[in-house]
């Protein structure tokens, strides 16, 4: 099967302008994520999404950050404007309905390493 | 909230057998613990999950005590390709928590 699709590979932007990055998740996989991974620590998490909905994005810094997911499948993550310290890279995740205690393992996308000049 | 502490390096010889753990004190009656392998400049990747006991794959076996406070990563007979950041990751309904990673370095 085809695997998680992000775009772009790199970004490099001056600071206070806008970035999107995209994501085409895994055909029928119905949960998406999207991590932001600093150098050197692991992946945070900034939103999932079940379907169309945003199921938890606590993490999410709205007052720069938004994303969407429209019509349950591809997903944008978009920020404006952008500062310095958004310098990492972006990944996207998707994963199958969970069953039960059974986990549903992510598969993740190569990312976007964004640099903020 | 769940938390995860893991060993920021390891180093190892080809052949050898690694073991990685991660301590998850607060973990939550319905979380299970995952284990990722990611090399640079790629996405993490799924290795091995449990919820109890011990789990063995095709790559690697994963030790959950009792208690489940902890889980160690099993892998046999390492070789060079092995050489990556290894994560935890707990998860319950509606918590991510990952370790910052375990950079496992195999040496010739």
């Known amino acids: 099967e085809a695997g998680v699709v992000q775009s772009p590979r790199y970004k490099i932007i001056e600071k206070k302008q806008p970035v999107a990055f995209w994501c085409n998740p895994i055909s029928g996989h119905n949960t998406l994520y999207w991590y932001r991974q600093n150098l050197g620590q692991g992946p945070e998490l900034l939103i999932r999404?079940?379907?169309?909905?945003?199921?938890?994005d606590s993490q999410l810094p709205k007052d720069r950050f938004s994303a969407e997911r429209l019509k349950g499948v591809d997903s944008t993550l978009k920020i404006q404007p952008a500062e310095l310290g958004d310098s990492a890279v972006y990944l996207c995740?998707?994963?199958?309905?969970?069953?039960?205690?059974?986990?549903?393992?992510?598969?993740f996308g190569p990312g976007t390493r964004l640099t903020v000049l | 909230l769940a938390k995860t502490t893991q060993p920021i390096s390891m180093d190892s010889y080809e052949g050898q057998e690694v073991n990685i753990t991660c301590s998850h004190n607060?973990?939550?009656?319905?979380?299970?613990i995952t284990w990722y392998q990611q090399f640079p400049s790629q996405g993490p990747r799924f290795i091995i999950q449990g919820y109890k006991t011990k789990v063995t794959n095709e790559v690697a076996s994963l030790f959950i005590p009792a208690d489940r406070k902890s889980s160690t990563l099993s892998l046999p007979r390492v070789s060079l390709s092995d050489t990556a950041v290894y994560y935890c990751l707990v998860k319950g309904n509606y918590q991510l928590i990952w370790g910052a990673g375990t950079k496992l370095i195999i040496k010739p």
């Open positions: 995740a998707s994963s199958r309905p969970a069953a039960g205690l059974i986990g549903n393992e992510q598969f």
């Open positions: 607060n973990i939550a009656t319905n979380d299970y």
């Open positions: 999404y079940e379907n169309e909905e945003a199921v938890d």
